[in-house]
């Protein structure tokens, strides 16, 4: 059921930016492209979420592509405490609506 | 920053037994969800509830399984005969506005 691919796992080095990849390409139009994360153990953790236009918040840009079929998480500055498994997700914003998550990316931050 | 809050961190039950699961929502927060998760698999679905009621739940979501929100803060996942396969962990989530669904710790629930 999933609508994204993700990459099963990632690794960069600390201090540089990390870009993790996500293709929905049958994303609909009223569709937001949302990532959270669950660093190990804990419960999933927003980040950030888009439309069409990049977004860019205290933890992380996100940029989409111009026909919206993939779309691009940057971390900056990765740090040790950035490694965790990331979830591009695809969903309509309306309030009540659940999360499906899929595998998504294991980004290992390395020293 | 507020957050949601889960209790207990773990619960170790035997099986056929009866487990409710606590959680305190963000306090201003209208919709409530539980999901659980088998340790390396992913993350599931099983309710969402708005307004005393439930708003949907998945296949997961048997008749062992009820919620409640009885005191307006509380949240609760009651499971009512335990079996081995319900050994997961359970995350509680709520939210306010349609975007942001904010996730407790989780409880880790053992059935032996």
């Known amino acids: 059921d999933a609508k994204t691919t993700q990459p099963t796992s990632m690794d960069c080095a600390e201090g540089r930016a990390a870009n993790l990849p996500c293709n929905h390409s049958?994303?609909?139009?009223?569709?937001?492209v949302y990532w959270y994360r669950q660093i190990h153990s804990q419960g999933p953790q927003y980040i950030i979420h888009g439309l069409k236009n990049n977004e860019t918040n205290e933890m992380a840009s996100l940029i989409i592509t111009e026909d919206r079929k993939s779309s691009t998480l940057i971390l900056p500055h990765a740090t040790l405490r950035d490694t965790a498994v990331y979830y591009c997700?695809?969903?309509?914003?309306?309030?009540?609506?659940?999360?499906?998550f899929g595998k998504g990316t294991r980004l290992h931050i390395l020293p | 920053e507020p957050e949601v809050t889960q209790t207990p961190s773990h619960q170790v039950t035997q099986m056929g037994q009866e487990v409710i699961l606590r959680c305190v929502p963000i306090?201003?927060?209208?919709?409530f969800y539980w999901y659980r998760q088998i340790l390396g698999q992913k993350v599931e679905f099983l309710v969402s509830f708005y307004n005393n009621e439930i708003s949907e739940k998945s296949e997961i979501f048997d008749d062992q399984f009820s919620v409640e929100r009885p005191d307006g803060s509380n949240f609760t996942l009651k499971i009512r005969s335990t079996k081995l396969e319900d050994s997961a962990m359970y995350f509680c989530?709520?939210?306010?506005?349609?975007?942001?669904?904010?996730f407790g710790p989780g409880t880790r629930l053992t059935v032996t």
């Open positions: 997700i695809v969903r309509v914003a309306n309030r009540d609506d659940k999360i499906i």
């Open positions: 049958t994303i609909s139009g009223n569709e937001y």
């Open positions: 989530a709520s939210t306010l506005s349609s975007y942001e669904q904010y």
């Open positions: 306090s201003n927060h209208l919709y």
